[in-house]
């Protein structure tokens, strides 16, 4: 999923959380990184956020929710500090878990980045981010609505 040779080990810890609770930890390091997590006992899933320091499996950015190995790659213009949650799935009464930390070189060396840098826009300048790239709470709330649309207009015909 992620090449070995654009990655740069910066920690390793191993801790543990118990059942149907949260660990949280805090990610300052500046660009992209990769968490690779390994669930040693139990089963850990793994919550991140820039806009808290406490996510969960209602409020986070990115999640990784396996029942075996966790990945997750932070951009780099995720705020910092990041905030890591990882919590104990309640179907073990503690879950050990091992956690890495990648510094990801690979934008740096990727041969698009300069293609996009020398395309004459803002190098700041975001795109707009696509329909499928929308936080699960805002397409949620779009299907709400585009459900209740067809409803009214099967209310109207039959």
């Given at each position: 999923m992620f090449p070995e040779l654009?990655?740069?080990?910066?920690?390793?810890l191993r801790t543990n959380s118990q059942a149907g609770n949260y660990s949280y930890l805090r990610l300052n390091h500046?660009?992209?990184?990769?968490?690779?997590?390994?669930s040693l006992k139990g089963d850990a899933d793994l919550y991140v956020s820039d806009?808290?320091?406490?996510?969960?499996?209602?409020?986070?950015?990115?999640?990784?929710?396996?029942?075996?190995?966790?990945?997750?790659?932070?951009?780099?213009?995720?705020r910092r500090?990041?905030?890591?949650?990882?919590?104990g799935h309640p179907s073990h009464h503690e879950s050990e878990f091992e956690m890495k930390v990648y510094f990801d070189r690979?934008?740096?060396?990727?041969?698009f980045a300069e293609v996009a840098a020398s395309d004459?826009?803002?190098p700041g300048h975001r795109h707009a981010p696509a329909p499928e790239d929308a936080p699960p709470e805002e397409e949620s709330v779009l299907w709400t609505v585009l459900i209740s649309l067809l409803k009214l207009v099967l209310e109207v015909l039959f």
């Open positions: 654009w990655r740069d080990h910066l920690h390793l500046e660009g992209k990184i990769v968490l690779r997590m390994q806009s808290t320091l406490h996510p969960s499996f209602d409020d986070y950015a990115l999640q990784s929710v396996t029942c075996g190995p966790d990945a997750v790659s932070i951009p780099a213009h995720f500090p990041v905030g890591i949650g990882v919590y690979s934008a740096e060396q990727s041969p004459g826009r803002d």
